[in-house]
T-cell receptor
């Protein structure tokens, strides 16, 4: 149980374009989903907390207009990186609250060229 | 907010020896402490976790200890093997009927020397 599907697993996009990352819980409902970012050789840093049916809460320094989060249902949250730039290249991962622990998505490696 | 310090940043041990990674946290309200292993090119995988109502937990060669008073917790790997080589992250969270997100340490690169 507690399976989370995150896709795409990797994506290469041109600078200025937008990329959508999807995180879906397959067998449980997640009221809260977290989006993290990991730059090479660094730790995972929380970007935003996403609650179903309400606006996401962004961490300081994370631009909400650049990183659009939609948590439309208890099983789906999306992160859209708008107008991506090379400095947005990173590993993005969703982490879901399943009620008795956390379940990680498999991550998305974004490369902006 | 919570702050998690992890050390060492790099740890090299001989195969078969033990490895210990230590973390401290700042928020005394934190009550959930997981450890993750991240291999190159992959996402973190949970290897063991402990909640604040216990002081130690063991799973085969891996154990975690928690000292709530001192606000530190440690990962112990015994009889290390080459496949233990990876980056390990500790994390802390407040768990009260709903998660508040994980705060991660900066990671420890564990190298097992053959």
């Amino acid at each position: 149980g507690a399976v989370v599907s995150q896709h795409p697993s990797w994506v290469i996009c041109k600078s200025g374009t937008s990329v959508k990352i999807e995180c879906r819980s397959l067998d449980f409902q997640a009221t809260t989903m977290f989006w993290y970012r990991q730059f090479p050789k660094q730790s995972l840093m929380l970007m935003a907390t996403s609650n179903e049916g309400s606006k996401a809460t962004y961490e300081q320094g994370v631009e909400k207009d650049k990183f659009l989060i939609n948590h439309a249902s208890l099983t789906l949250s999306t992160l859209t990186v708008t107008s991506a730039h090379p400095e947005d290249s990173s590993f993005y991962i969703c982490i879901l609250d399943r009620g008795d622990g956390y379940t990680f998505g498999s991550g998305t490696r974004l490369t902006v060229v | 907010g919570e702050n998690v310090e992890q050390h060492p940043s790099t740890l090299s041990v001989q195969e078969g020896d033990s490895a210990v990674i230590k973390c401290t946290y700042s928020d005394s309200a934190s009550n959930y402490f997981p450890w993750y292993k991240q291999e190159l090119g992959k996402g973190p995988q949970l290897i063991i976790d402990i909640r604040s109502n216990v002081g130690e937990k063991k799973d085969q060669r891996i154990a975690v200890t928690l000292n709530k008073t001192a606000k530190h917790f440690s990962l112990h790997i015994t009889e290390t093997q080459p496949e233990d080589s990876a980056v390990y992250f500790c994390a802390a969270s407040i768990w009260e009927g709903g998660a508040d997100g994980l705060t991660f340490g900066k990671g420890t690169h564990l190298i097992i020397q053959p």
